[in-house]
């Protein structure tokens, strides 16, 4: 009996693998003729993105694995996801001391010594894919959108490469890649969720900090994650609508 | 780019270490704030019926159209792909600010300026067009459009046509450059340019700039053509320049004062800046040199007897010292702008180039440009009476 | 039709100059505005295809599942059972896609280990961290512990 379903659960995986790779394929014949090949649908899913900060390490396996996964250039000025480190005095929690040695790329070298009363922690950043993105609203040609299924985007064809929403994201996730003089940032792995893997950060994520969610998926453990813990966004007088959602988000972090 | 790394101070976001907006950015606002406060000084005298200052009217409206055509030139050059500027005409999108700068643009130049200048001009054209020959006969005749009717009541209609189009170029104008204000002022996530004041004070500071740029054309136009500087007309552009940078340098304070009043999460990261990496060209040049000397010297005219030698060498000093300390409002404002964090924990340094695409030497080009233009137009739509040149020839 | 006030001529053909000249305008925006703008929002409906066509590096773990059962199941239990496997092997979708010809390289156990086990006061109190210099005998860290299940029982 536990061998029969063993194979039956083998065979029934490779079907739906050689289906799904040949979907995959059979999307890419038809890239650029529009969304004939719809096996997904934009209506259906929302996505955000849930860290656990009491659970990262610094490993810079995020920032490594997007990257390699997005071809992010990899000079220190350009960055999808990075990681900071927070230095915060209790008495002086307003003026933390903050750094990202080449975005945490390489992890963080020891700088602080143990027990001196101080905080210190990890905190990964990303693009917040925020529902009122700031950097939408002042793209003048449409070139950076929020898609129907909750994720900010940039069309590389069509970007002016202004600049206007490098300027107005309060987060700091955008820069011009210049190799095409257009803006970039976090797609939150678009090619890939919509293929139904999760982002490059998550996958590589050792400790399970990063979370990919789908808001719309009611048994997306997402919902449960935002109920059980004290949740921030970053900051929320900006009212952007961040979607990145944190756990354990210290007071002290911009 | 390595470079950039020692000038950092405390913590950035590290895609925030390069400045997005560069020198080229710092002369779009001060080109447009030019245009504006050039128009506005015009319509000074065609609505506003202030007779002192007609003999600016002609030479500002080709000031201001020599400065609007190179206006959107350093935002051209700064792209990272030029040939997709059209997209803002294709698809402008609605809730961008920066979207509508094309269309406020082309109906200021196209709609307000040309026009205006065409009406102004129009019995000078027709009168070029009748004394030229070959290839000047040609153009004269095209920018007369093939009509040659310059009846006193043709004229007449163009004078009333003129004026409405003059009365809707004043809130044209102050939408040109109140919103090229807007453009910073209306980004939340930056707090230095973050306010509600940011196009008015642009506005403002577009009419002293502008005021004082057609001050010294005329000052210098004057000298070079060697005929005697009309010292009313003279004395009472001052009396706006000042009249101006008053309520400017008030909104400025205003700003200033509320700012440190309020003293906001990033108001010690501001102050900083202001102390140290801003401190010469926002306090010592903007507001010292820029504003406070050549305030003082205009009020100083108000209320001392000078000679008009000396009126004009005071004129002519002050309105270049107001030329510098609006420059450096908008450096300040622009790169000012960018060289904190929007962590407010670090700051950043300018790396400006040189004969880079968005260096020194592109930009002293671009501000070259304009005066070469003027001479152009100077030369075509020459603003000054022609002496002995006004018989009608009749056309052959 | 009445005729046209002469004196008022010129004007008229400046309004047909600017008539013609925004027609021109919305003719060249009718035949220019990208295909699909709009369909979705203020954007051009094609770059969702665009972005979605770019290739992946990463294949995810369900992949590696697929043929390295083995792994999967020696790693069950232990504290590394949830660690994505490229997050220690690198990006292998190459080799996912053609498991012959393209082989993943091993990875460089002490320092990929340390990449995570180093001691650091930012990390949480929580996580097993170690001094090399003080922790085992400076030699692979393999020699102790498995990677796919660290524990020593």
Redesign the interface.
Same mark, same amino acid.
């Given at each position: 009996m536990a061998v029969d379903r063993r194979i039956f659960l083998q065979e029934t995986g490779k079907f739906l693998i050689l289906t799904g790779v040949a979907s995959v394929a059979f999307e890419h014949v038809l890239a650029g003729t529009a969304e004939a090949a719809e096996n997904y649908h934009l209506t259906d899913h929302w996505w955000a993105m849930a860290i656990d900060i009491d659970k990262c390490i610094g490993c810079g396996g995020c920032v490594r694995a997007c990257k390699a996964e997005n071809h992010v250039p990899l000079e220190p000025f350009y960055f999808r996801t990075w990681v900071e480190r927070y230095h915060v005095k209790p008495e002086d929690m307003e003026h933390p001391e903050v750094d990202s040695p080449d975005g945490g790329y390489d992890g963080f070298p020891e700088r602080y010594a143990q027990g001196d009363g101080t905080k210190n922690f990890f905190v990964p950043k990303l693009c917040n894919h925020c529902a009122h993105s700031p950097c939408v609203q002042v793209c003048p040609v449409g070139a950076t959108f929020e898609s129907p299924d909750g994720v900010v985007l940039v069309d590389k064809s069509y970007c002016l490469g202004c600049r206007y929403c490098v300027q107005a994201c309060p987060y700091g996730c955008r820069f011009i890649d210049p190799r095409t003089n257009t803006v970039d940032k976090c797609t939150l792995c678009y090619h890939r969720i919509t293929k139904g893997l999760t982002t490059a950060c998550c996958e590589v994520c050792p400790m399970g900090a990063r979370r990919l969610g789908d808001l719309k998926d009611p048994k997306d453990p997402i919902h449960a994650f935002l109920r059980d813990h004290k949740i921030q966004v970053l900051k929320p007088q900006m009212a952007t609508g961040a979607k990145v959602y944190y756990n354990d988000l210290d007071g002290s972090v911009r | 780019?390595e470079a950039?790394?020692h000038g950092v101070q405390g913590?950035?976001?590290?895609?925030?270490?390069?400045l997005?907006?560069s020198i080229l950015i710092v002369l779009y606002p001060f080109i447009t704030g030019l245009v504006a406060g050039a128009f506005i000084l015009a319509s000074l005298e065609r609505v506003f019926k202030v007779e002192a200052v007609k003999p600016t009217y002609r030479l500002a409206l080709l000031t201001a159209l020599a400065f609007l055509i190179v206006a959107p030139l350093p935002?051209q050059m700064? &792209? #990272?792909?030029p040939e997709?500027?059209?997209?803002?005409?294709?698809?402008?999108?609605t809730?961008?600010?920066?979207?509508m700068?094309g269309f406020v643009y082309l109906w200021y130049l196209?709609?307000v300026l040309v026009?205006e200048i065409?009406l102004e001009y129009?019995k000078d054209i027709v009168l070029a067009w009748r004394g030229s020959r070959g290839a000047r006969r040609l153009f004269y005749g095209i920018l007369? &459009? #093939?009509?040659d009717?310059i009846?006193p009541?043709?004229l007449a209609?163009?004078e009333k046509?003129g004026k409405a189009v003059t009365i809707v170029g004043i809130p044209s104008a102050f939408l040109l450059h109140g919103y090229v204000g807007f453009?910073f002022g209306?980004?939340?996530?930056?707090p230095w340019w973050s306010s509600p004041l940011m196009p008015v004070v642009f506005l403002f500071s577009a009419m002293v700039s502008g005021i004082a740029l057609v001050l010294l054309m005329y000052v210098f136009f004057s000298w070079l053509r060697r005929t005697a500087v009309d010292m009313l007309c003279l004395d009472t552009v001052a009396k706006y320049l000042l009249y101006a940078f008053l309520i400017d340098f008030s909104l400025e304070m205003l700003d200033l004062v509320h700012r440190i009043y309020e003293a906001d999460e990033s108001f010690?990261a501001l102050d900083f800046m202001v102390h140290t990496r801003l401190y010469v060209s926002q306090i010592v040049i903007q507001i010292y040199i820029g504003t406070l000397v050549p305030l003082g010297l205009l009020a100083l005219t108000q209320f001392a007897r000078f000679g008009e030698k000396a009126r004009k060498g005071i004129y002519t000093f002050a309105a270049c010292l107001t030329l510098v300390g609006i420059f450096a409002m908008r450096w300040n404002v622009v790169i000012g702008?960018?060289l904190f964090?929007?962590?407010?924990?670090g700051y950043t340094t300018y790396k400006m180039g040189f004969a880079t695409r968005e260096g020194l030497l592109p930009a002293i080009v671009l501000m070259i440009l304009p005066f070469v233009l003027l001479w152009g137009l100077l030369k075509l739509l020459p603003p000054w009476e022609k002496e002995g040149a006004a018989e009608v020839q009749p056309l052959a | 039709m009445p005729a046209l006030d002469k004196d008022k001529r010129h004007l008229y053909r400046l309004a047909v100059l600017f008539a013609a000249g925004i027609l021109a305008f919305l003719g060249l925006r009718a035949v220019m505005v990208p295909k699909g703008f709009g369909r979705y929002g203020f954007f051009r409906a094609g770059a969702l295809t665009d972005i979605r066509s770019l290739p992946i590096s990463y294949a995810g773990r369900a992949a590696c599942a697929d043929c390295h059962s083995d792994i999967v199941d020696m790693r069950k239990g232990s504290l590394h059972a949830q660690i994505g496997c490229e997050a220690c092997h690198g990006p292998l979708e190459a080799h996912a896609a053609a498991p012959d010809t393209t082989k993943p390289r091993l990875p460089n156990g002490r320092a990929l280990c340390l990449g995570c086990h180093l001691e650091n006061v930012a990390k949480p109190a929580s996580f097993p961290q170690v001094d090399p210099k003080e922790h085992g005998d400076a030699g692979p860290c393999t020699s102790c512990h498995n990677p796919h299940h660290p524990e020593i029982s």
């Open positions: - | 780019m950039i790394l913590y950035m976001y590290p895609n925030e270490l390069e997005q907006w935002l700064h &792209l #990272g792909h997709r500027a059209f997209e803002m005409f294709l698809t402008p999108h809730t961008s600010a920066m979207a700068f196209m709609a026009v065409w129009r007369a &459009l #093939g009509s009717n009846s009541r043709a209609i163009d046509v453009i209306s980004v939340k996530a930056n010690r702008g960018q964090s929007k962590s407010f924990l | -």
